[in-house]
């Protein structure tokens, strides 16, 4: 119930009719340290649950796997990312896995897809592409997150608005006079 609550999932809200077993991040962290190995068949399987403990776990997973995966495997994790994007549906799921899966991945690549993500319709592939470049911003590249963040100045979601500001705050703390020169 604390759950359903705290992620909005009354009738109307953002995650509305998305279904909860009251486990806690560090058990599910602990799940996934257990069961890395897992095939990318079975995770898959896991990040399509309609419960969002499960979800979750299953991006850990991922965040593991693409880790200590090379070039290919990595690759084949975005892959199965982006394929499965719609199933990444609420602030923490993003925040967990898109700067550690696809802003690690993107990182010294084109940056193109999200760009695309962005412009979407669906509130949470917009946060992605956002909170995506928080690993840029640890790697000092910051003109990605000033263009995305310029992008999404005027969304009417405060989830978007919370995730410009917490990028806009971690540039701030690596490189202040960017900060304020993009915000002046």
């Not at 009251?22 to 897992?38: F, H, N």
């Not at 299953?58 to 994007?85: C, D, M, R, S």
Request: charged share 25%.
């Amino acid at each position: 119930r604390h759950s359903q609550r705290f992620f909005k999932t009354g009738e109307g809200q953002y995650a509305a009719g998305d279904q909860f077993l009251g486990i806690r991040v560090p058990t599910l962290r602990r799940l996934s340290r257990a069961y890395k190995g897992l095939g990318l068949a079975e995770i898959v399987q896991l990040l399509c649950s309609p419960i969002h403990e499960i979800r979750l776990l299953a991006l850990l997973l991922l965040i593991l796997q693409y880790q200590k995966g090379n070039a290919t495997t990595k690759l084949e994790i975005v892959g199965v990312y982006l394929a499965h994007i719609g199933f990444v549906n609420n602030w923490d799921l993003v925040d967990a896995s898109a700067p550690k899966i696809l802003g690690d991945y993107l990182y010294d690549k084109d940056k193109s897809v999200l760009y695309q993500l962005v412009q979407s319709e669906n509130l949470w592939e917009r946060r992605i592409a956002i909170v995506a470049t928080h690993t840029f911003i640890r790697n000092a590249s910051y003109s990605d997150t000033l263009l995305l963040v310029e992008i999404l100045m005027n969304d009417k979601q405060d989830l978007i608005q919370k995730a410009c500001g917490w990028m806009l705050r971690e540039v701030g703390k690596r490189d202040l006079e960017t900060e304020i020169t993009f915000l002046d």
